[in-house]
T-cell receptor, first 111, second 110 residues
């Protein structure tokens, strides 16, 4: 089976812009979770989607949003980018919530 | 949300066992204990998980204290490929919400 894929792998944006990141889960997985990883804060949970519904949400401002499509693919959007949003954004998919399979991440740089 | 506490770093010699400790004193009854590891420039990789009983798989063993306030990941014979950041994580109930700690950077010496 193909693993979790994330596109794009690298992205450079400027403050105030918005960005959309994409995640394709492993075939058959219905749960997709998003995480932000920074050197200072480590890995932080953003949100989880299951069957197109947001099941859990972390402590991030409303500028961070996501959605899941009927084929389980997921997107996350960050509006009005700030310098502090520079991070590695990781997506993970799961079949049963016990084991999450992470993608390689999207490295976002905000200038 | 309950948090975990791990040592920042540990060292081990190749082919020797490694015991990576984790404290989670505020764990709730429905929180699962998971361990993931992250190699440089990669996303985290699942290692093992448990709820109350000790667990073994081909990668490692997980020893959970009776009061569930601490656990230990055991790598039976460390190899150079085991050098990574190891995260002790609490998973909230039957969901995909993982609460990561700061992790332990494991260095394996040849």
């Amino acid at each position: 089976k193909a693993g979790v894929t994330q596109t794009p792998r690298y992205l450079i944006k400027t403050r105030g812009q918005q960005v959309t990141l994409s995640c394709s889960p492993i075939s058959g997985h219905r749960s997709v979770s998003w995480y932000q990883q920074t050197p200072g804060q480590g890995l932080q949970f953003l949100f989880e989607y299951f069957s197109e519904t947001q099941r859990n949400k972390g402590n991030f401002p409303g500028r961070f949003s996501g959605r899941q499509f009927s084929n389980s693919r997921s997107e996350m959007n960050v509006s009005t980018l700030e310098l502090g949003d520079s991070a590695l954004y990781l997506c993970a998919s799961s079949l049963d919530s016990y084991t999450q399979y992470f993608g390689p991440g999207t490295r976002l740089t905000v200038l | 949300d309950a948090k975990t506490t791990q040592p920042n770093s540990m060292e081990s010699n190749e082919e020797e066992p490694v015991h990576l400790p984790c404290n989670h004193s505020t764990i709730s009854g429905t929180d699962y204990i998971h361990w993931y590891r992250q190699l440089p420039s990669q996303g985290p990789e699942y290692v093992i998980h448990g709820l109350t009983s000790n667990v073994n798989n081909r990668m490692a063993s997980l020893a959970i204290a009776e009061d569930r306030k601490s656990s230990t990941l055991i790598l039976h014979r460390a190899t150079l490929r085991d050098a990574a950041v190891y995260y002790c994580i609490l998973r909230v109930g039957n969901t995909g919400k993982l609460i990561f700690g700061q992790g332990t950077t494991l260095q394996v010496k040849p």
